[in-house]
């Protein structure tokens, strides 16, 4: 039986947190229709001191979010053109969330966290949402279990102007039995070193 995610699944490390959402699901509703996508890609964003995180540029009108109580929904605009959905973890005042970057709806791999949002409607009309309230947009434990060794660890991506921050393994993907990256068929295979 799926169960939402709680606050108090939030409230807690972010790493754990970012981990152990590989293999949950990530669910949207938009009234009319309902899409649910096993998550096989996260990245965690840490506190002031990770530069890589938007909140070590200080606490401003856009990182407030960020600062408040966990499981808020963090929904931002890059390039002018690609929303990214992100979960508030830790406790308030604490900045620190995951960002969404991959989902599997049925035998479809949906790669990249613009493409997510894309194919999931997810825009900025979904920011600073409370995620375990079960509306609109939510996550779910339905039950499937991802042993530690299924889970590879490697450098978040696309932060390198945050030096040696970007080299933390801090992003999560689900692995394949054979140990490479769970990947599209156009993907090639990467390995990963597992938590």
């Known amino acids: 039986m ?8 939030f409230n807690r490390p972010t790493l754990t947190v970012a981990r152990s ?44 979010v960020l600062f408040g109580p966990p499981g808020i929904s963090y929904v931002y605009l890059i ?26 709806v049925g035998d479809e791999l949906i790669d990249g966290p613009g493409k997510l949002c ?14 375990t309230q079960g509306r609109s947009i939510w996550f779910e434990d339905r039950g499937r279990r991802v042993s530690r060794n299924r889970v590879g660890t490697f450098p978040r991506i696309g932060v390198d102007y945050a030096g040696l921050w970007a080299k933390k393994p801090w992003r999560f993907r689900l692995l394949e039995e054979d140990g490479c ?3 599209s068929r156009r993907q090639p295979k990467q390995k990963g070193k597992s938590l």
């Open 2 to 9: 799926a169960k939402i995610l709680t606050h108090a699944y």
């Open 21 to 64: 959402l590989v293999g949950k699901y990530l669910v949207r509703e938009n009234g009319t229709s309902g899409i649910a996508g096993r998550i096989v890609e996260v990245e965690a964003y840490v506190g002031t001191e990770d530069k890589a995180c938007h909140a070590s540029k200080g606490r401003t009108a856009r990182t407030e």
């Open 79 to 104: 390039y002018g053109m690609y929303h990214m959905l992100n979960v508030v973890t830790e406790r308030a005042e604490f900045p620190a969330a995951v960002l969404i970057r991959a989902i599997e």
């Open 118 to 131: 894309r194919e999931l409607n997810i825009d900025r009309s979904l920011h600073q949402i409370d995620l």
């Open 181 to 183: 990256t769970y990947r």
